[in-house]
């Protein structure tokens, strides 16, 4: 009689699984593909550079106002100019002439 009330009662020895474990996996794995696609984007756009202490790396950008920044790395010191776009005035030596191709790449031609 004991045997046959045991399995009416329905408790089993064994627990029941929690269902929020699954969440905790999940979390897991969307970090891992954040950290994935953070190194992905920083090796495609080359700027792993930027980390290297033994890299020399010039940048530039500019805004949609204009103003341009020059950033340039030299071992491990970074600088940043930032250059307004108002023409500069004085007196001083011209040293060679600049020109812009069609691909948009500048070369300079020092005055002789």
Same mark, same amino acid.
């Given at each position: 009689m004991r045997l046959l009330n045991r399995n009416k009662t @329905?408790?089993?020895p064994v627990p029941l699984e929690d269902p929020i474990s699954g969440v =905790?996996?999940?979390f897991d794995i969307s970090v891992v593909l954040i950290v994935a696609m953070i190194v992905a !984007?920083?090796?495609?756009?080359?700027? !792993?550079d930027l980390f290297n202490p033994e890299t020399e790396l010039t940048l530039t950008k500019k805004n949609k106002? @204009? *103003?341009m920044?020059?950033?340039s790395k030299k071992g491990?010191?970074?600088?940043?100019k930032r250059?307004?776009?108002? *023409? =500069? =005035?004085g007196q001083g030596e011209r040293l060679g002439t600049?020109? *812009? !191709?069609?691909? @948009? *790449?500048v070369i300079y031609i020092p005055e002789e």
């Open positions: @329905g408790s089993s =905790a996996n999940l !984007l920083m090796s495609a756009l080359n700027v !792993l106002d @204009g *103003q920044e020059i950033i491990r010191e970074v600088k940043v250059i307004s776009p108002e *023409q =500069a =005035a600049a020109y *812009q !191709l069609d691909d @948009g *790449q």
